[in-house]
């Protein structure tokens, strides 16, 4: 442990931190310092400068450090880059990701402290109503609702967004169903079925 205004910022740090300093401090307030800042012997930070902003905006007086002994400055300068640089190369399953999100929906947890944007968790998670909270449909029309999960390509999923917005310009759908997305889908299918003669 160090205290943090011994901690030195790299004057030429290559990444824009600011945007993300918030969200640390959200992190580090909830899960606690559980990754520490990686300095040099003079405790100039190589890795973890959004880290440290986070830490000072928390007003915490000491950060835990690991200082990289033993690094060539060449080494030093190519790790600064390479801790920021690799983790762009990995992607999300999306899929998996919105199994995680609706576990902890489920949870009733804090989804902003994941780090995902509105936008993104309304597109994984997109507004529907769990089946507990269905209408009650007249005794003897009553039909199961189903909450159904498809896993698309990209562009597969692109075509079915624009469909589904084609088929709310057609206005609402004669259904029980409050969820207009699953309405739209409906309609789609429907047309699908009727225009081949299937059913």
């Not at 835990?64 to 920021?84: M, S, W």
Request: aromatic share 6%; net charge negative; hydrophobic share 40%.
């Amino acid at each position: 442990m160090v205290d943090v205004e011994r901690v030195i910022p790299y004057a030429r740090n290559p990444r824009k931190n600011a945007d993300a300093v918030d969200k640390v401090a959200a992190s580090l307030r909830e899960f606690g310092f559980r990754q520490p800042i990686v300095t040099d012997e003079n405790l100039t930070v190589i890795v973890g400068h959004t880290r440290l902003l986070a830490a000072k905006k928390l007003s915490l007086a000491q950060v835990p450090v690991h200082i990289a002994e033993g690094l060539t400055a060449a080494q030093i300068k190519a790790y600064r880059i390479a801790d920021n640089r690799v983790g762009e190369e990995a992607e999300w399953d999306n899929a998996l990701l919105a199994v995680e999100i609706g576990d902890l929906k489920d949870e009733g947890y804090d989804l902003s402290l994941t780090g995902l944007s509105e936008l993104q968790l309304t597109d994984l998670m997109p507004d529907v109503k769990p089946l507990a909270e269905m209408p009650e449909l007249a005794s003897g029309d009553r039909e199961p609702f189903q909450q159904m999960t498809f896993v698309l390509h990209d562009e597969q999923a692109q075509q079915v967004k624009a469909a589904i917005e084609a088929a709310h310009k057609f206005g609402d759908y004669d259904s029980p169903n409050e969820n207009r997305n699953g309405n739209a889908l409906a309609r789609i299918c429907e047309t699908f079925v009727s225009s081949h003669g299937i059913g």
